[in-house]
C-alpha cells in the first residue's frame, strides 16, 4: 500500500488526487487538479482531495507518460455549498479473445452537499457496470464524492474545508454478482472534534473484494493529517475489536500535511476479510494521536442500490425508464445488453425490471 500527501502551497488550490488511476484528457480548465496514478492493465483505483477549493469547475488532469490501460477524466465542480464529480472511465485494452478495446465508457455523475456545521463529513457513493464489447464482459466501477469541515491540524484554529473524488474500476470475466462493492466514511468515533485544539480528521474508502480470488482493492483518502500523524491503519472487528487485517506496513510516505492517501490493487487478503466486509462486521481504523479518540474510523458496508434509478441521479425518472427500454429483450451476451437495467440480476431485461421501475416511477433516492 502507498500513501500519498498534500500540501496547500496557494491560497486556495491544494491537491491531492489520483492514486491508482487512468489516462485523462488534458484541459484548459483553471485550477487543474493533477493526478498521480498507478494501474493494472485489469483494474485501477482513481482519488483525488482539494482543500480550499476556489468556486467553479476543478478538472484532473494526469503527467505526461502515463500509462492507458484505463482512460479516466474527472472533474469536480464546487459552488461552495456542494461538490459535483461527474466524468467518464474506459477500459482500453482487450484482455480476452474476440474482446474490443476501447471498451462501452461509463459515464458518472456524483455529488454532495458540504457538512452543515463547522465539523463534520458527507460523501455519495455509487456503483455501476458496463458491457466489455466482443467478450462480453463486464467493466465494473465505484465512484464517490465526498465533502468535509474541520480546522488545520494543531493549536491553529484555522478552518479546513474541501473535496473528496475518487473511483475504482475493475474488469471481470463475467457479470459476478459475488463481487463485493462497497465503502466507509471516516470520522472520530466519538463524534466530536478534540480538545482544545478542535482537530477533525476525516476520510472516505472504496473497496472491491472478489471472494473467488480472496483479492482486495481499495482506496483510502485522508484529510487533515500528515504521514507523521498516521501511526497505524488497519481493518478490524469494530473500533476496539480485534484486527483482521494490517493496512500500514509498508508503506511509502510523502511529506505533506493536510492530506493523506493510499491504495492497494488486487491485494491477496485472507478470506476472513472479505466474509466479515459482506457480514458488514468490517471496520476501517486509522490511528493518529491528532485526535483524542486515537482513530478515525467507519464500517465498511455495501454500496445501496436505489432500486430504478438507472443513472443515479437520484430520481426514478423518465431517463431510467428509456435506458431500460433500449436494452429490453436483450439477455446476457447480447451487446444491447445493459446489466444496470437488468434490475433483478436474472441476466435479461424483459418485463419483470419494467414492472420493478414502473413501481418505482418517480420515486426518490
Not at 493494472?40 to 500509462?67: K, R
Not at 474527472?74 to 474476440?98: E, P, Q
Not at 476501447?102 to 463529513?121: H, I, K, L, N, R
Not at 504521514?227 to 478490524?236: E, F
Request: proline residues 8%; glycine residues 12%.
Amino acid at each position: 500500500m502507498s500513501w500519498l500527501h498534500l500540501h496547500p502551497e496557494r491560497s486556495h488550490a491544494t491537491i491531492l488526487a489520483g492514486l491508482i488511476g487512468a489516462a485523462a484528457c488534458a484541459t484548459s480548465f483553471a485550477d487543474e487538479i493533477p493526478a498521480f496514478k498507478l494501474e493494472f492493465p485489469a483494474v485501477y483505483v482513481w482519488a483525488g482531495l482539494e482543500v480550499y477549493p476556489d468556486v467553479g469547475d476543478h478538472p484532473f488532469t494526469l503527467p505526461l507518460g502515463t500509462s492507458t490501460f484505463w482512460g479516466t477524466a474527472a472533474t469536480v465542480s464546487f459552488d461552495g455549498g456542494s461538490a459535483v464529480a461527474t466524468g467518464a472511465s474506459a477500459h482500453l485494452v482487450a484482455l480476452h479473445a474476440g474482446e474490443a478495446a476501447p471498451s462501452t465508457t461509463w459515464e458518472f455523475t456524483v455529488g454532495v452537499e458540504m457538512p452543515a456545521g463547522p465539523f463534520g463529513a458527507r460523501e455519495r457513493r455509487i456503483r455501476d457496470a458496463v458491457i466489455h464489447p466482443g467478450g462480453p464482459h463486464v467493466d465494473k466501477y465505484m465512484a464517490v464524492t465526498g465533502t468535509f469541515k474541520g480546522t488545520v491540524p494543531g493549536p491553529s484554529l484555522a478552518p479546513l474545508y474541501g473535496f473528496i473524488h475518487g473511483s475504482i474500476g475493475k474488469h471481470t470475466t463475467s457479470d459476478d454478482q459475488t463481487l463485493f462493492q462497497g465503502g466507509a466514511r471516516l470520522t472520530p468515533p466519538s463524534g466530536q472534534p478534540d480538545q482544545p485544539d478542535q482537530d477533525y480528521p476525516v476520510g472516505t474508502v472504496l473497496v472491491m473484494a472478489d471472494p473467488s480470488a480472496s483479492s482486495l482493492t481499495m482506496a483510502v483518502i485522508l484529510a487533515g493529517l500528515s504521514a507523521l500523524q498516521v501511526s497505524g491503519a488497519d481493518i478490524r472487528q469494530g473500533p476496539d475489536g480485534p484486527i483482521l487485517w494490517e493496512l500500514r506496513g509498508g508503506l511509502s510516505h510523502y511529506d505533506y500535511p493536510y492530506a493523506v492517501a493510499g491504495g492497494l490493487v488486487d491485494q491477496p487478503v485472507p478470506p476472513s476479510v472479505i466474509q466479515a466486509m459482506i457480514a458488514g462486521a468490517a471496520y476501517v481504523s486509522v490511528q493518529t494521536p491528532v485526535h483524542s479518540d486515537g482513530q478515525i474510523g467507519g464500517w465498511i458496508v455495501a454500496i445501496e442500490e436505489c432500486v430504478g434509478d438507472i443513472d443515479h441521479d437520484g430520481v426514478v425518472g423518465l431517463t431510467d425508464l428509456a435506458r431500460l427500454l433500449a436494452s429490453y429483450g436483450c439477455c446476457w451476451g447480447n451487446p444491447c445488453y445493459d446489466p444496470n437495467s437488468d434490475l433483478n440480476q436474472d441476466g435479461c431485461v424483459d418485463l419483470n425490471d419494467l414492472a420493478t421501475l414502473l413501481s418505482r416511477f418517480g420515486a426518490s433516492c
